[in-house]
């Protein structure tokens, strides 16, 4: 008998418009020949680098993306406060002190189940946030009296501590794997519990450019070393994420495969 899978998504860092015209133009080919019964997507950059507004997050919604995650830009579009609170699909990382608004968690209906998404940030070279293992951890218990299908996108910036995290809840969740750093890594595998592990899903935004941004400010920044302020490089982007396929009744990962779709033309 075949087993009851669910097949999700998961899509790296939406870089400026150029992100959002590459799922534009090809989510939903993509989502029907993966068979995705859910989509994620981490939002954080979508809104010309930094942040959201309430018009992209109607846009990707419109285009197929079920849930979006972020990380420590959303809050630069005060426009986007008000959604977090409202919008139970947006997700912030749950690790935030008391206080900021938004949630960090959500279950949602998928065609083939329930699915339960939590977004963490890091803390290595990044603000300094509630423990986002032993938050992460304790929530993951919570999540689990409802449905076994759970999925993390971790936000940080160290490898290191996104793999440390994936490896404590080995096997109490389906899948955890990172964004941020805008960089697919290619170290996606089945961990020994059954959790599905990716560094960096990477970012759905220009190759050809320095993490989605222009290069030139890029390279001034670095020789320089003044802040100078990086914008969004608007040529055409790839698509970058992964799919994960979940056993629904044990909520183990059954394949974690690295998704890369190039620009188009
Ligand atoms: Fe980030």
């Known amino acids: 008998m075949a087993r009851n899978q669910i097949r999700i998504l998961m899509l790296g ?20 020949h993966l068979r995705a019964d859910l989509v994620i997507a981490n939002v954080e950059n979508a809104a010309g680098g930094y942040g959201l507004t309430p018009a992209i997050a109607d846009k990707l919604t419109g285009m197929g993306v079920d849930v979006m995650t972020s990380g420590n830009h959303i809050w630069q579009q005060r426009e986007i406060w008000r959604r977090l609170d409202d919008d139970q699909r947006l997700l912030r990382p749950h690790n935030y002190p008391e206080g900021p608004p ?24 990044m603000a300094n946030l509630r423990d986002p293992i032993r938050v992460g951890e304790a929530e993951v218990a919570r999540l689990r009296a409802t449905t076994r299908a759970i999925v993390v996108d ?12 994936a490896l404590r809840v080995d096997g109490t969740v389906s899948a955890v794997v990172g964004s ?16 599905a592990f990716l560094g960096d899903l990477g970012m759905t935004g220009p190759p050809d450019s320095a993490i989605g941004m222009q290069m030139q400010t890029s390279i001034d920044r670095s020789l320089s070393q003044m802040p100078l302020k990086l914008m969004v490089d608007e040529a055409t982007a790839a698509i970058c994420g992964a799919l994960v396929v979940i056993d629904a009744d044990s909520g183990h990962a ?11 033309s």
Do not use: C, M, W
Not at 103 to 122: F, H, Q
């Open 154 to 165: 971790f936000h940080a910036e160290s490898l290191d501590e996104k793999e440390a995290f």
């Open 180 to 195: 941020h750093t805008h960089v697919q890594t290619a170290d996606e595998r089945v961990l020994k519990g059954g959790t």
């Open 254 to 264: 059954l394949s974690i495969e690295r998704i890369y779709q190039p620009p188009t």
């Open 13 to 32: 860092d939406i870089v400026g418009a150029s992100g959002v015209r590459a799922l534009f133009l090809q989510l939903g080919g993509l989502r029907t």
């Open 102 to 125: 938004g949630r960090g968690t959500v279950i949602v209906d998928s065609a083939a189940g329930k699915v339960a998404v939590l977004n963490l940030e890091g803390r290595a070279g």
